[in-house]
């Protein structure tokens, strides 16, 4: 199997890769800052591995299928309080990595459940796009 982003053609981009964009480091930060960036990108990257070894296979409880939606959710932990999401679905030999959002561990309220749906519904999308245009991804890396 291989590993790949899915990339949108509208806007060009793989919404994945935007998102992880935030970790990425620069030299103006401090390096407590940079570790801690280090840290969830290698924890992320890990259980990327880990899926990779299973096959795409969603092995509970850091990976798991959706309910009501085709794509399988990673969970990593951004801090105490953030759950960060990454989302995937397998296709033939590929493993599309979709999108993701952070989830708080305590939220209320419907604005944030809302908010919550309508970023599933968008990576749903992407799965669809996918399925209709296998060809829209970057490798993984």
Same mark, same amino acid.
Request: aromatic share 12%.
């Given at each position: 199997?291989? %590993? %790949?982003? !899915?990339?949108?053609?509208?806007? $060009?981009?793989? +919404? ?6 935030? !970790?990425?480091?620069?030299?103006? *930060? =401090? /390096?407590? *800052? ?7 990108? &290698?924890?992320?990257?890990? =259980?990327?591995?880990? %899926?990779?070894?299973? $096959?795409? $296979? +969603?092995? /509970? +409880? ?9 794509? #399988? ?13 990454? #989302?995937? #679905? ?5 493993? %599309?990595? @979709?999108? &993701?959002?952070?989830? /708080? ?22 799965? $669809?796009?996918?399925?209709?245009? /296998?060809? @829209?991804?970057?490798? !993984?890396?």
């Amino acid at each position: 199997m291989e %590993v %790949v982003y !899915y990339k949108d053609k509208a806007s $060009n981009c793989c +919404p994945l890769k935007k998102y992880l964009d935030q !970790y990425i480091k620069n030299d103006t *930060e =401090k /390096p407590k *800052e940079r570790n801690r960036k280090d840290k969830i990108l &290698a924890e992320i990257s890990g =259980k990327i591995q880990y %899926v990779l070894q299973n $096959n795409g $296979n +969603p092995i /509970p +409880p850091l990976i798991k299928k959706l309910s009501g939606y085709d794509y #399988f959710e990673i969970r990593s932990k951004k801090n105490q309080n953030i759950l960060i999401r990454v #989302f995937y #679905f397998r296709h033939e030999d590929k493993i %599309v990595l @979709l999108n &993701a959002l952070e989830k /708080p561990d305590n939220y209320s309220g419907e604005r944030e459940d809302r908010k919550i749906e309508q970023e599933l519904e968008i990576t749903q999308g992407y799965l $669809n796009k996918f399925k209709l245009n /296998p060809k @829209l991804y970057e490798k !993984y890396e």
